[in-house]
């Protein structure tokens, strides 16, 4: 049962450990993530580039689509199509049984996370192994989840990690906290599972309608080995990652890796198309993935969601994800970009309180590689949110702040109810202030409002008055 982002994010903001965590990493891949960017002086026209290229495929989607499922067919693979999670998941339990096989092993994916892939496989007696380190760790520990998209651990520290690896992998009860002997423990537990898996399971960071090539771009090596290892692989894809051209990744090679991990170039960049006898997997299964993508495609200025690159850029720079942590969001989708992007995907009722997890400080947008404008998407959800609401009889607290804002609305519309008010404020002000702001405690909503925020006290003499009296 979700507790509700205010709930959620009073428990982040309680642990003061992964506070500190949070605030050390984010801090270092946003320091990294300047010099790289600035390294680059054409980065605004890049930032642009990849703006254009997203709304065009968006705007295309369905010509792109069809292209796609023609170009992979023809290089061998084959595409399904899943309109919900549901179906996703049925998808790929059947194609595992088919290829013969009770393991597989993933690559990190964000759009199995989202329809609880591993969960739905474990259900039908297929074990899922997550080869990412961040996501290893997240699958050893019990009821832990991930909490960041680039780096879904970053809620752990070293000692944390060992103590996890100690408890869990056998032969690792004398592990050291250097991160060295962690990766090496995970890499000697992991080598055995490429190697004996006969299905791979991955993401995609693009796909080409053009040419019907698939990429995924990682740090680690483990996406090469699941991609190319296993007999059979299984790429799940939400529809929104095509891309017209191969030309594309041009630009998005480029903006990606910086925005992310902060690197010049990914260490790992696979790409391939269908599949081909002797060279890598012997059968290729693409499954596209809708999800909720469709409605939100409808959504004129919702839809910048889905140009989401998936950088984590707007994690690693908002104030509120940086204290509340990854968790609060209670989502595959963390941080600014799950706020806009989650209650879309699984309904406004589903997330309600989402949109208002921001400052509205801006500087999501301002790191976005491909300029999403977060704070405006944040805004019209907002409003969505207050209309549904009203739709529904005005229930809950959202009630109140409508009514609250008709009742303003009043106020302003009248000179003479506006000036009338301004008298009442500046007397009730007068036993609560002290240096020209208001100390007590006030009554409603407004307690909540100023317990984080100095209120200054009305002026005691209006600009009106002042005109008057010269």
């Not at 292209?67 to 290089?75: D, F």
């Not at 994800?321 to 806009?340: D, K, L, Q, V, W």
């Not at 739709?391 to 003479?416: H, I, K, T, Y």
Request: charged share 25%; proline share 4%; net charge neutral.
């Amino acid at each position: 049962m979700s507790a509700g982002f205010q709930a959620a994010a009073r428990a982040g903001l309680a642990n003061g450990q992964q506070r500190r965590n949070l605030r050390k990493a984010t801090t270092t891949i946003r320091e990294k993530r300047e010099r790289v960017v600035a390294e680059l002086d054409d980065w605004e026209q890049l930032r642009e580039a990849g703006k254009r290229i997203k709304e065009h495929a968006m705007r295309h989607l369905d010509v792109h689509l069809e292209q796609l499922e023609e170009t992979v067919t023809g290089a061998g693979g084959t595409v399904h199509w899943a309109r919900d999670a549901s179906e996703a998941n049925g998808i790929v339990a059947r194609l595992v049984r088919a290829a013969g096989s009770r393991e597989v092993v993933k690559v990190k994916s964000m759009a199995t996370d989202e329809i609880g892939l591993n969960d739905a496989l474990a259900a039908e007696g297929i074990s899922a192994v997550e080869t990412d380190l961040a996501e290893l760790i997240i699958q050893l520990g019990d009821d832990d989840s991930q909490s960041h998209i680039l780096v879904p651990a970053i809620h752990r520290n070293r000692e944390e990690i060992r103590a996890l690896f100690r408890a869990r992998l056998p032969g690792n009860e004398e592990l050291s906290a250097v991160p060295e002997e962690l990766a090496a423990a995970a890499r000697a537990y992991l080598r055995e599972k490429f190697l004996t898996a006969g299905v791979g399971v991955s993401g995609a960071n693009f796909a080409i309608a053009e040419t019907g090539s698939v990429g995924v771009v990682e740090s680690e090596g483990n996406g090469r080995m699941c991609t190319t290892l296993p007999p059979t692989l299984i790429t799940v894809m939400g529809i929104e990652k095509v891309l017209p051209r191969f030309s594309d990744l041009e630009v998005m090679l480029q903006l990606l890796p910086r925005s992310s991990t902060a690197e010049r170039m990914s260490p790992y960049t696979s790409i391939w198309t269908g599949a081909t006898v002797g060279d890598g997997p012997r059968d290729f299964h693409l499954v596209l993935l809708d999800a909720g993508r469709t409605d939100t495609l409808a959504d004129e200025v919702g839809r910048q969601a889905l140009h989401c690159i998936k950088c984590s850029a707007c994690l690693n720079v908002c104030p509120v994800f940086e204290r509340a942590g990854g968790h609060a969001y209670e989502s595959t989708y963390p941080g600014p970009i799950g706020a806009i992007l989650s209650p879309q995907l699984a309904g406004m009722q589903a997330h309600t309180d989402l949109p208002w997890a921001s400052s509205l400080c801006g500087a999501c947008y301002e790191v976005c590689p491909v300029k999403i404008d977060i704070p405006s998407v944040l805004i019209h959800l907002r409003a969505k949110v207050v209309e549904d609401a009203k739709e529904d009889g005005l229930r809950g607290r959202l009630a109140g702040e409508r009514l609250s804002m008709e009742a303003l609305g009043r106020v302003f519309a009248s000179r003479r109810r506006y000036e009338a008010a301004q008298k009442v404020a500046r007397v009730g002000a007068r036993p609560v202030s002290r240096d020209g702001t208001v100390e007590a405690r006030l009554p409603g909503p407004l307690a909540g409002w100023l317990a984080h925020r100095d209120l200054k006290a009305p002026a005691q003499q209006s600009f009106r008055d002042w005109w008057r009296a010269r």
